[in-house]
């Protein structure tokens, strides 16, 4: 340890919002550098275990290791998902050529292209690859720590198929590959249907027993329903049936929100109905939902095909579809407006809406009798309090957080890529291929990983992540007997092919002992010229409290022997 670089910290500064970040900060594995952090030998052996153990799994599942480029031509790259997801989209810039490039965007499109090309018969399939590439974020970090940075790794799967129904079939089974690899990691993870219905299949692997519910998700307790806040759906919304009354205009000057209108009326806001208006694509779209509701602009873009990329409208698009800012309604709406109504519109009557009018809303709409409405669609963002979609229970905030999500995509999702894939049948035909996909943050499920493995002193590092092993401490003065055993053991380890790390340092054995719980490796030997009295090396595993004493010369046996044990008991993994 006298030549690793980085210390640990007594003292923090205000940067660490989460535990996980806390601690690799205090155990020397990271460096604060502004909203991005530095990984220093400790905390790079973290992200090298990290990557292996991900890679090891998926290659023992068949899928093989590809390098894509962290620069790729802008067509190579898919367009930002949502406005609320832009922040997503990595970097751009232009060369000498006038051929964007971006820097860090998802990189599915590039090995879509790349297999496009290589692949004409059922005879290569399945076609499984898999790559690591880094990403990167604006917007706000603050809160997160690890789990949001602002440059971070990504770890993509991707598997071709002739089948439908083997590629769902291969993203479940991607879904339970990462799972393992998580409960390997000391983290409780399971998968769950991300998606319900006729669409796209998807499963989620979700980490549902952490100390801090960063993102937490929202579930049933009567029944174990359980989502991403994002994916989760609600059964109907109860209301009041009354009778159908009279369309009315009245004045709402300056009211131009929801919840100034409703206020300025006397109203609860479930009683009014929301335009939200969008430019997708290029198209403009208006969204009809019921005034407390949230939309869930990835349901939108699902709607759509996922072919858009979606963003807030300007006051000069809204009102070249026919509308008034503030005061808009699906009533004289443009021809060539795309229009798309929430479930939440049935559920009510009687609405307050926009008048489509400067200063005016209307009392007493009833969509379909005042105005024509498409079929109604689940478009809404599901809050604590719903009604849970499986029993009707009540939904609830639940710990938990994503760190994985796979889907299977239909065959003909290639052509909003201007993609085509296409590969020989047995009978000689031609088929559209379907594809699993994975996703998965290297840095956040690591993260996750601490936040579930760690006490008051520091990290508990599973042997999946540990940064060494072993860790061995001498005390005394260097050359005395207890040193010169310790290194001794240290070569015995080297030799044994097992990480070690020796803490040689002049230092005192309190300090030693800190940095030894801080830095978390699985088991710490002791050698003193107490332990020795006592009968040999003293080897305390770090989950653990008590202290065994072993003979010196069958030190490195009874560690191999009680690693093998411990790797080999149910859910254990050292």
Known sequence: MSSLPGRSLRELPDEPRTTSHALLLRGGFVRQAAAQLEWLPLGWRVLDRARQSLLRTLSSEGYQPIHLPAALPEQLTPAPASAQDRELDGLEWRERSPRPYRLGAPGRIAALDWLAREINTYRQLPARVMWLRPRFRTGDRSALGLFRLREYQILEALSLHLDEGEATAAAQQLASALAAVARSWGIAAETFSALRGDSDAACTVVWTAGRNAVEPLLGCSACGYRAHP??????????????????????????????????FLGQSADKTLKAVIYNAGGQPLLVLIRGDRMVNEGRILQALGLQASLRFAEDTEIRAMGLVPGYAAPIELSHGSLFLADRSVLWGQNFIAGANRDGYHRT?????????????????????????????????????????????????????????????????????????????????????????????????????????????????????????LAEQLYREACAADIDVLIDDRRDKPGAK????????CPVRATVSSRSLVKGGIEIKWRDSSSVEVVPVESCLAALQQQLTTRRGAPGGSV
Not at 414 to 440: F, N, W
Not at 513 to 520: V, W
């Open 230 to 263: 994002s994916l989760a759906e609600t059964g109907p919304l109860p209301f009041s049936s009354e009778p159908l009354a009279a369309p009315n205009e009245v004045a709402t000057p300056g009211q131009k929100t929801i919840e100034d209108v409703a206020a």
């Open 364 to 484: 007493g709409i009833n969509p379909g009798r005042d105005f024509s409405c498409p079929p109604p669609i689940d478009l809404a963002l599901a809050q604590p309090g719903d009604p849970c979609p499986a029993c009707g229970g009540a939904l609830s905030e639940q710990p938990g957080m994503e760190l994985a999500h796979t889907v299977a995509e239909r065959s003909s999702w290639p052509r909003q890529y201007d993609l085509e894939l296409i590969a020989k049948t047995p009978d000689g035909g031609l088929r559209e291929l379907s594809a699993a996909r994975a996703v998965l943050g290297l840095e956040r499920m690591i993260a996750a990983a601490i936040e579930a493995c760690h006490d008051d002193n520091g990290i508990i590092w599973p042997a999946a992540l540990a940064p060494y092993l072993l860790h061995i401490v001498p005390l005394g003065s260097e050359g005395d007997r207890p040193f010169e």
């Open 513 to 520: 002992f800190i940095d030894a719980d801080l830095i978390g």
